[in-house]
């Protein structure tokens, strides 16, 4: 399949990544639908989007025809047959291997012959998902960056068959939605969480020893390396939940004891503390706090 070929995504996950995914694909000019697990989900998704669009509007960054316009390219579905119409898959649900290839499974069964099918994996093995499909040649890892209106880069893994018409569509499409791609090889992490995760699971072994208290560690960093925030403010923004499956996904992949979860990483998921998502991580983000 070509990009001109190219007219409706799907997307499923209507959260934070996926309703970034369809809002930039519907400002780019396609059809999106947008699937969760429930319409009122998907729905939730959709007014989301509807939010960040209100939003650039009274910030004066697009007119009020063009997200108007947007919005009304986005139609949020709980049945997955729908997706038989879709052109390009993109698929943005939690760091789960099973949970994201029985959805392929589900999707592989439904989409038209030659329907490129894409995973926002941000660690897992694009060739192992692509093997529980019909079509690993059209098969490819689209690993976009959060927030995704925001951040310019998507990093595009192929998988061991990912055919090369495969990769160049794919490319092609993250630039037309404004993207600049880095292609990567398919081993655990890819190159930007290869990279970063190391780093936030350091943070926390610096905290875990007492060697600087967090708002210490997160200046550290923000004021002697030029950081944007420090990586435990990060980890929270990320999900503190999401941060230990990659380190997970790292050391079992790579075998290598300097990817092991630091053990207060991991305390802190077992007690709940997930970050910004729900309220509060390594900080506190209730009103109180």
Do not use: W
């Not at 579905?77 to 290839?101: G, I, P, R, W, Y």
């Amino acid at each position: 399949m070509s990009i001109e070929s190219i007219a409706t995504l799907g997307i499923v996950g209507a959260g934070q990544m996926g309703g970034g995914i369809a809002q930039v694909a519907a400002q780019g000019g396609y059809r999106v639908l947008l699937a969760d697990a429930s319409v009122d989900l998907a729905e939730a998704g959709r007014q989301r989007i509807r939010k960040f669009l209100d939003r650039a509007v009274a910030k004066g960054r697009i007119p009020e025809e063009e997200a108007a316009a947007a919005l009304e390219r986005i139609t949020p579905t709980a049945d997955l047959s729908s997706f038989a119409e879709v052109d390009f898959v993109v698929e943005a649900v939690s760091e789960n291997f099973e949970l994201k290839a029985s959805i392929f499974e589900t999707i592989d069964g439904v989409a038209k012959p030659g329907a490129i099918l894409a995973s926002n994996t941000s660690s897992i093995s694009i060739t192992k998902l692509a093997a529980r499909t019909s079509r690993p040649e059209d098969f490819i890892g689209m690993h976009f960056m959060n927030p995704v209106p925001v951040m310019k880069l998507v990093e595009v893994i192929s998988g061991l068959r990912s055919s090369d018409e495969t990769l160049r569509t794919t490319v092609a499409l993250a630039e037309s939605l404004g993207k600049t791609c880095v292609e990567a090889k398919d081993f655990a992490g890819f190159a930007v969480n290869r990279i970063l995760m190391p780093m936030i699971n350091e943070a926390f072994f610096a905290l875990y020893e007492g060697i600087a208290s967090a708002e210490g560690i997160d200046a550290a960093m923000k004021l002697g390396t030029n950081q944007p925030m420090g990586p435990l403010t990060l980890a929270d923004f990320i999900g503190l939940d999401t941060c230990l499956a990659i380190m997970e996904v790292l050391h079992d992949g790579l075998g290598d004891a300097k990817y092991r979860p630091c053990p207060l990483l991991r305390q802190y998921v077992d007690a709940g503390l997930l970050g910004r998502k729900n309220g509060r991580g390594v900080y506190d983000y209730t009103e109180k706090g």
